[in-house]
């Protein structure tokens, strides 16, 4: 079945870089997603990527993609602390030769981002 | 500036009271979702909706139950609520697309307490 798997908790230092990863395991998805959710809020949609796609760059988000072993990752430069958030990493399972709109997220990884 | 809302941000119900959760969108979006968030596992699909009157099961749809009379609005009924449910309730939607991204907006949260 679908299944999407993140760490639960990350850390790190106003100025350096994050690494969130994710592990999905539908191999028939076309897009992989990435969801923020700020406290006291629902979730937006961040960035996505295409799964014909390695990398992908929006200013200080790159999203890596590794198709063989079902890997995605997101990598924010310069961390701020509005940067704070929990991180969704997310599938669209597709069924024939369509989507079915579905997203399967993973758990979520918070980010905690120390001054 | 596009919205999905929420009736409730906060609720606070008994055991085996009947719990309705309301969520309306301005987008004209034919999919809509019902998700719970729970620490450490994630969003968890309850019932979704392609279409007025038309619903179907998620991964977790024991208690629940969904009404779509109206495009834009999408209620969840809890028929005789538990404190199992005590959760955050979020209501997503979405435009179809068979080949295209799916980006779902999601409205602010209503975090239920049954008591």
Not at chain 1, 18 to 29: A, G, H, K, Q, R
Not at chain 2, 13 to 34: I, S, Y
């Amino acid at each position: 079945g679908e299944d999407v798997e993140q760490s639960l908790f990350l850390s790190v230092r106003e100025g350096d870089s994050s690494v969130i990863n994710c592990t999905y395991t539908d191999s028939s998805s076309t897009y992989l997603y990435w969801y923020k959710q700020e406290p006291g809020a629902g979730l937006q949609l961040l960035t996505y990527i295409f799964s014909n796609m390695d990398m992908k760059q929006d200013q200080r988000l790159t999203v890596l993609l590794n198709k063989k072993d079902k890997h995605l990752s997101l990598r924010i430069a310069d961390t701020q602390t509005g940067d704070s958030a929990i991180y969704f990493c997310a599938e669209s399972p597709m069924v024939g030769s369509g989507n079915t709109g579905k997203l399967i997220f993973g758990q979520g990884t918070t980010l905690q981002v120390k001054p | 500036d596009v919205k999905v809302t929420q009736s409730s941000r906060y609720l606070v119900k008994r055991t085996g009271e009947k719990v309705f959760l309301e969520c309306v969108q301005d987008m004209d979006h034919e999919n809509m979702f019902w998700y719970r968030q729970d620490p450490g596992l994630g969003l968890r699909l309850i019932y979704f909706s392609y279409d007025v009157k038309m619903k179907e099961k998620g991964d977790i749809p024991e208690g629940y139950s969904v009404s779509r009379e109206k495009k834009e609005r999408f209620s969840l009924i809890l028929e005789s609520a538990s404190t199992n449910q005590t959760s955050m309730y979020l209501c997503a939607s979405s435009s179809p697309g068979s080949h295209s991204y799916n980006e779902q907006f999601f409205g602010p949260g209503t975090r239920l307490t049954v008591l």
